[in-house]
């Protein structure tokens, strides 16, 4: 896929749906495999989904980009969840980028003052229990085929970890506030 066909991407999931959601960090920059924004980026989802009511089903977030699992409440679609992720995300991440990578992200055209992700990103509706498993998978096995560990449950940063200690409900997703509170026990 092309870069112009990213951008045309049209992200339809509207409230009530569940969604597959991938976004990158601008210029593919691996800014996130500094432990301490990847633990930033978490924590913030975390809370964004609180805030805003969604249920996280899953997530990994990679040296680069990340992909989240999530259902919408009736009100709320995909693109206004993103866009207000993106933008508080953004403001508190971009200061905490090291000068290298700040270098290869200020590359990227699309690269505006304070920002940290590329604009657009790509959200797909999940329907029914084949897909659900495949994107479940895919998200636990995306840092294992990367060679960043060895197992999923090893991965710091995404949900497999979580899921597997007991800490997700088909109804409501992972348990935001435990998921907090195993995310500050961590000494980074």
Request: proline share 5%.
């Amino acid at each position: 896929m092309h870069l112009g066909e990213y951008k045309q991407w049209r992200n339809t999931t509207i409230g009530g749906q569940v969604a597959f959601v991938s976004t990158t960090v601008l210029g593919f920059a691996p800014v996130l495999q500094t432990p301490a924004l990847a633990k930033k980026v978490v924590e913030m989802l975390a809370n964004d989904c609180r805030f805003f009511q969604v249920a996280l089903h899953d997530f990994v977030v990679m040296p680069e980009h990340m992909h989240l699992f999530v259902k919408l409440p009736e009100d709320l679609t995909i693109s206004k969840f993103m866009q207000s992720m993106k933008r508080r995300s953004a403001k508190e991440l971009q200061p905490l980028v090291p000068a290298r990578l700040r270098d290869m992200m200020a590359k990227d055209p699309e690269r505006e003052e304070r920002s940290f992700w590329n604009k657009s990103f790509r959200s797909v509706t999940v329907e029914g229990a084949e897909m659900i498993a495949q994107k479940f998978d895919y998200i636990h096995q995306n840092p294992v085929k990367r060679g960043l560990v060895l197992r999923p449950e090893d991965y710091l940063w995404g949900g497999c970890r979580y899921y597997l200690a007991g800490l997700w409900t088909d109804e409501s997703g992972l348990d935001l506030d435990r998921l907090l509170a195993a995310l500050a026990l961590l000494s980074i």
